[in-house]
């Protein structure tokens, strides 16, 4: 054995030595995620398990003409779009905010911060708290003559939800900006204010064009959490909660109880395409406003 | 001109002394009011979750009292999540025996794949890295059914595997990795290599210490987002018996509300401790992470 591998050549031996470094996550990526990826693409073009009879497309009609998931779909879309601009612009606010040489900075950020490290579980009582029917937050709105509303369980149900997700990642995100913004060049901005530039052109100009690889990440990542808060929504009101708030993942348990792989694997290959062409777009934005400060 | 300075900047610290109260009441609630008795906290609460079972309505009063400190503080619901319901203590271990495993492994198999991606390019590299970032950005309710299926498959389904194997390859820790260690200078392991050192002494020796706090880093962001799963368990794990205790914090009914609030406390305290003592690090493995670019 050791005398076979001293006759490798060097461009051989370092093929070998970088298999077995990469190989561990690799084979687990692929037994795991990949294979079985390309399965559930093949269930999702046949008739059943038994049979394997290619349908081509029906599945795929069937789930939208299917209302579980036509609401699933419709909920966690309209969730996105609301949450994920204003996680990225209320972020970056803050971002802006403390790097306005405020005091006690780093204990703001600390604050800012301590959302994301506790648990969902935990705190969804408080939150049951405030917002129930008899809840403190209508307590107070009563003060100002507004009548109850059933935040949990009618459709404000997604506000609650939206405001939830704030606290949860604004920290993050805004750690990201506010790396992003310390790593703008001072003298363009002072350059800027010599020529007379007005902040609107400066942000325009300056802030947006070195911050847009960070925006594109904190929109990928504020997207990525927007599907993930099925958490906040079982804790707070269960797996059957009102129809605004029935998210995908919701219709997924479902049909995992059903063990209708044929729609949990159309559902799947359906949900994997949108993300990459909403991935791709993204990239392409970025890609044109950025253009000029890449490298 | 100065004047108008400090003004703004007096709004500015008003405006993020609001943000942070906001930030902080959930957290800081949730704590106080596990020192309530049960008579109190349902005295105080009833009427939101006395909704639940609608039954006696006795001695609840209509309206909701958030109160920030008890009336009188009291260790009951601790001496009974801790002593006298040790179902939660079960569920509790449930949460570590989870989480900790897939913390280990992911981090432990994501160093070497970086070690990887970084020592060794190409263009097959480029297209493994970029088919990593995809596979990172996909939602659960994509990966969970490649999941499932293999854990049908290797019978693995409703065992605790089920959940820390997907886990330990979940490939967020690579990417993050990978860029940490691109930053190493490479005169640094040239030098090494000169010495006669070999890829696992330079790995070891050399990548490992350079990444620490980005291991720490990562070890947290890991941990957390484990700590708080509920998607996994729920289609993976429905045997509630070995669920963790973020899931089964949920089911917790109205007539113990009192201890739940002890329960939720205990379970945010390691991450919180984690949070106290790694935050230099996480910051900077957040400020790291900042973009989906190599």
């Given amino acids: 054995m050791k005398e076979k591998w001293q006759q490798l050549d060097e ?24 294979v079985p990826f390309f399965v559930i693409v093949y269930y999702s073009l046949i008739n059943n398990p038994i049979q394997h009879k290619f349908v081509f497309f029906s599945n795929f009609i069937a789930l939208f003409n299917n209302s579980a998931f036509v609401t699933a779909a419709k909920n966690t879309a309209t969730f996105s779009v609301v949450a994920v601009p204003l996680a990225v612009v209320l972020s970056f606010l ?27 579980a935990s705190v969804v009582l408080i939150w049951q708290v405030i917002f129930s029917n008899n809840g403190t937050l209508n307590d107070f709105l009563s003060l100002f003559g507004i009548a109850k509303i059933d935040w949990l369980k009618s459709q404000y149900a997604q506000v609650v939800v939206v405001v939830l997700f704030l606290w949860k990642n604004l920290g993050y995100n805004m750690i990201l900006f506010m790396a992003a913004l310390n790593n703008i060049p001072k003298e363009l901005l002072e350059v800027a204010d010599i020529d007379g530039a007005t902040p609107w052109f400066k942000f325009k100009n300056i802030t947006v064009r070195y911050l847009s690889p960070t925006i594109l990440f904190v929109t990928i990542l504020s997207l990525i959490n927007s599907f993930k808060v099925f958490r906040e929504v079982y804790l707070l009101s269960g797996e059957y909660p009102v129809e605004s708030l029935y998210m995908l993942q919701h219709f997924m348990n479902n049909t995992f109880k059903a063990l209708d792989y044929q729609k949990l694997s159309a559902a799947a290959v359906l949900m994997a395409i949108v993300m990459v062409i909403i991935i791709a777009l993204l990239f392409f934005f970025e890609d044109k406003l950025g253009k000029d400060v890449e490298g | 001109m100065k004047k108008k300075h ?103 198999i994501a160093a070497l794949a970086a070690y990887s991606f970084t020592r060794y390019r190409g263009k097959a590299k480029t297209f493994l890295f970029f088919f990593y970032v995809i596979l990172m950005l996909m939602p659960y309710q994509v990966t ?56 696992w002494m330079i790995f070891t020796r050399i990548c490992l210490p350079q990444c620490r706090s980005a291991l720490y880093s990562i070890a947290i962001l890991v941990f957390i987002d484990y700590w708080n799963m509920v998607e996994q368990p729920i289609v993976l794990l429905p045997d509630t018996t ?53």
């Fill in chain 1, 11 to 34: 461009r051989k031996k370092d093929r070998l030595r970088d298999l077995a470094f990469i190989s561990p996550s690799v084979l687990g990526v692929a037994v795991f995620f990949i």
């Fill in chain 1, 94 to 120: 803050l971002a802006q905010m403390l790097e306005a040489r405020i005091p006690l900075k780093s204990q703001f950020r600390t604050f800012f911060l301590s959302p994301m490290m506790v648990p969902v």
């Fill in chain 2, 6 to 108: 400090y003004f703004g900047r007096g709004i500015l610290t008003l405006i993020a002394a609001v943000f942070a109260i906001a930030f902080l009441l959930p957290t800081v609630l949730t704590f106080t009011n596990s020192f309530m008795a049960q008579s109190e906290i349902s005295a105080n609460y009833g009427a939101v979750f006395q909704n639940a079972d609608s039954s006696k309505k006795t001695y609840i009063s209509e309206q909701v009292n958030l109160k920030f400190i008890p009336d009188k503080v009291s260790f009951s619901q601790y001496a009974t999540a801790l002593i006298k319901s040790p179902d939660y203590l079960l569920k509790f271990w449930n949460s570590i025996i989870l989480v900790v495993p897939i913390v280990l492994l992911q981090v432990a």
């Fill in chain 2, 144 to 199: 969970l059914v490649p999941n499932y299926l293999v854990s049908n498959w290797l019978g693995i389904l409703n065992t605790r595997w089920a959940i820390i194997l997907p886990g330990a390859f979940a490939p967020f820790s690579v990417f993050l990795l990978t860029k940490f260690m691109r930053r190493i200078p490479g005169s640094l392991i040239e030098a090494a290599k000169l010495d006669g050192a070999g890829e």
């Fill in chain 2, 242 to 294: 070995k669920q963790p205790l973020s899931v089964f914090l949920s089911t917790i009914n109205a007539s113990e509300v009192g201890l739940a609030f002890a329960i939720a406390t205990i379970y945010m305290i390691p991450s919180l401790l984690l949070f106290l003592h790694g935050e230099e690090a996480l910051v900077e493995g957040i400020t790291n992470s900042g973009s989906v670019k190599g």
